[in-house]
C-alpha cells in the first residue's frame, strides 16, 4: 500500500448535522437572552410595586440574569466552535451530550415520561459525533484554542 493510500481524507465540507447543532445551539443562545430580559424586565417591575420584596427579589433575579447570560455566552461559544471546526468543540458537545443523557435518565426513574425523547436526541447526537466524516471534520483544524 502506498504512503497516500494510508493519509486520511481531508474533510473539507462541514457535515450537515454539525451545521443543525451549531444552529440550536445559536437559537437556545438566543432565547435565553430573551429570558434574561424578561426576568430583568418583571424584578423591575415587581420590585417598584412591593416595597417589602423589593430588594431581595431584584437581587435575586439579578443573580439569575447573570448566570442565564452566562449560559448564553457559553452557547454562542459552542456554535462557533462548531462552525469553525475546532477540535474541542466535538469534545465539548459529546461531554454535553453524556451530562443530558445522565440527567435525563435519572428524571426517567422518578418517573418523567417527557426525559424519554431528550434521551434519544441524546444518543443520537452522542453516537453523530463519532460517525468518522464528523471525526475528520473535527479534526482537519488545529488543535489550538485559536
Known sequence: MSDAAKVPAIQSERPTGVT????IHIIFAILMIMAV????????????FSFMMGNTM??????????????AAIEFVIAWALFSGKRWGRIAIIALTMADFIIHCATLVVGNLFAIPHIILDLITFFYMWKPNVIAYFNQKNISFT
Open 20 to 23: 443543525i447543532l451549531g444552529i
Open 58 to 71: 431584584t437581587a435575586f433575579a439579578g443573580f439569575i440574569a447573570v448566570g442565564v447570560g452566562i449560559l
Open 37 to 48: 430580559a424578561m426576568v430583568v424586565t418583571f424584578s423591575t417591575m415587581v420590585g417598584s
